[in-house]
């Protein structure tokens, strides 16, 4: 299976309620997903009761949906 992803997504900080643009690095779907922000890398877990990635830097929570995904060119993500 070849998956593609866009190459960012927005993170959302649960402590301070604000947005960030990251730069997806690594992904395998409904798994984890890796991001870079300001230089920094985040490992992010999937909550499946959610439907999000969680992941923290420097003691602060960020949350996604993750980017957009495709296998073989068909769009397999849920529509947000």
């Keep these: ?37 300001a230089d920094s890398k985040i490992v992010m877990q999937y909550n499946k009761r959610h439907n999000i990635y969680i992941g923290s830097l420097l003691g602060r929570e960020f949350t996604t949906q993750g980017p957009k995904f495709w296998d073989t060119g068909r769009d397999i993500r849920r529509v947000r």
């Design 1 to 37: 299976m070849q998956i593609e992803f866009e190459g960012k997504c927005d993170l959302h900080c649960t402590d301070n309620d604000k947005n960030v643009l990251a730069e997806v690095v690594d992904l395998k779907p409904e798994m984890y997903l890796t991001v870079y922000v």
